[in-house]
Structure formats: C-alpha cells, structure tokens
C-alpha cells in the first residue's frame, strides 16, 4: 500500500550540500559550548555493546527543527537500521504493522542527502521513519562505518534509550518483528508467553 506523501514519516538530518529551509542553520562544524536549538551537539562516539546508552543523536525534521532520538523514543522502543539495500527497505516496509504491534518504530538509517532520501522512500512507497544521513554523522556514532562507508547492521533501542540488541555485518532478510521482541523481551509475535532475556 502506497502511503500518501502527508502521511510520510520522513525525517532528515543535514546532509551538507543542500538547502535548508527558511530559518535553520546547519549543525556546527565544532563543538561549542553554546548550544542553540538550532546548533546541535553530538555525543562523543564509543564502541556500543547491548546494555549500553544509545547516542542520543540529533537529526532535521521534515519541518526544519532539530530534534533528538529521545524524541522518537517518547513514542516508544526503536529499531535503527543502517547500510540498508532497496530490498531489504521494503522488506521493512512489509513488516512495519507487525512491529508497530509490537510497540516498536522502525527507523531507517540512509547515507543519503535529505532529497534523495525523501525520493526513495516515496518511490518505495515507505510508511515510516527515514533518516538522511549523507555525512554519515549517525552511522559514525553507532560504529557502522568502515573506510568511510556506512556497513549494515541493527539496532533495537528501548524506551529508556538502553541498546537492547545489535548486531553489525548484516542485515535479516525478515523477521524484524522477531529480532525485536527477543531483543526487549516481549511476547514473540503470534505467540503468548514473553521470551527470555
């Protein structure tokens, strides 16, 4: 089912290169200690490992604000996917209401710039969460990059903004909903009991 473009979840960070609208200003290009809602500041970049704080990173939204990923986690837990193929964008796509069951958002990661990101998912016809991020700025701060290339790999954040589950190198064919409610323990879908932690 095609989504119609009003209801697209189309999020951007800044990719560089593009233009902004009317009155934002792009990220800064070192930290300051004055930060402005328009001037975001990322966390400093570590190695992640499961029972970890995820970076709480900034990205554009389609209506120019800066927001954080504790804004996408206030509707519920995450799964963040990076170094996605078109196939495996719409394999997404097919298992989006599974995990929207499930209370889980599905985030797309793309290294792309903000207008060709917001194309291919109206193209794939997308229903839900795509973030440009063509300088690779996200994909540094959750270690999937390699010589300068965004590498595939997911990862499942919970509410509270703890990573729950990742793995780098590859991503699933299908079965997000599954990986999903193993990484937070909730009742496999179609099942009743929850899985074990």
């Given amino acids: 089912m095609l989504v119609p473009v009003s209801m697209l979840s189309l999020t951007l960070l800044y990719g560089g290169g593009t233009e902004l609208p009317r009155g934002s200003a792009p990220p800064p290009t070192s930290t300051s200690s004055t930060l402005t809602p328009h001037e975001p500041v990322e966390p400093p970049v570590t190695e ?4 970890d704080p995820a970076p709480d990173f900034a990205y554009q939204g389609f209506d120019g604000r800066w927001m954080r990923l504790h804004h996408l986690l206030d509707q519920g837990p995450v ?12 394999q ?4 989006r209401d599974a995990m929207l069951l499930l209370g889980v958002i599905p985030v ?5 710039k903000p207008g060709a ?13 795509v973030l440009a991020d063509a ?3 996200i994909a540094v701060q959750f270690n999937s990059t390699d010589a300068g290339r965004v590498t ?8 509270h903004g703890k990573v729950r589950g990742l793995l780098h190198g590859r991503l699933p064919e299908q079965d997000y909903p599954l990986l999903c409610s193993r990484s937070l323990g909730l009742p496999i879908p179609g099942g009743s009991l929850p899985v074990s932690r």
């Fill in 117 to 129: 990101a917001r194309r291919l998912a109206l193209r794939l016809g997308l229903g839900y969460t």
């Fill in 48 to 51: 992640i490992y499961v029972g």
């Fill in 152 to 159: 595939p790999g997911w990862f499942v954040v919970d509410e």
């Fill in 92 to 95: 997404l796509q097919r298992e």
């Fill in 79 to 90: 799964l963040l996917v990076f170094g996605a193929s078109e196939a495996q964008l719409t």
């Fill in 108 to 112: 797309a990661v793309l290294d792309r």
């Fill in 135 to 137: 300088r690779q700025v």
